[in-house]
Nanobody
Framework: EVQLVESGEDLVQAGGSLRLSCAAS????????IGWFRQAPGKEREGVSC????????YYADSVKGRFTISRDNAKNAVYLQMNSLEPEDTAVYYC????????????WGQGTQVTVSS
């Protein structure tokens, strides 16, 4: 059974930094993308950042470019999100997301972790 376990600090003042971690288990594919979505109160869930297990290609939402950095550890099936220069608008529940493309496309989610940036 696939599991995504999220961890990290969840409270910081504006301008500060936080680091989120997600460890995935229960699968054997070497072809997947893993990263983070977030959902703020009253808003739809949006993609934040993701990284490919095969070529290391990354994606960042325009709102976090230059502030957030995603990294991976394929041996541990883990992904990390370093969040710098945080703003109150970054306050949201952050969800780890895993997409396996081979042999079939499957999508898995973590339970979500609250990140609060105070002004």
């Amino acid at each position: 059974e696939v599991q995504l376990v999220e961890s990290g600090e969840d409270l910081v003042q504006a301008g500060g930094s936080l680091r989120l971690s997600c460890a995935a288990s229960g699968f054997t594919s070497d072809d997947y993308a893993i990263g983070w979505f977030r959902q703020a109160p009253g808003k739809e869930r949006e993609g934040v950042s993701c990284i490919s297990s095969k070529d290391g290609n990354t994606y960042y939402a325009d709102s976090v470019k230059g502030r957030f950095t995603i990294s991976r550890d394929n041996a541990k099936n883990a992904v990390y999100l370093q969040m710098n220069s945080l703003e109150p608008e970054d306050t949201a529940v952050y969800y780890c997301n895993l997409v396996i493309d081979n042999p079939r496309q499957d999508n898995y989610w973590g339970q979500g972790t609250q990140v609060t940036v105070s002004s």
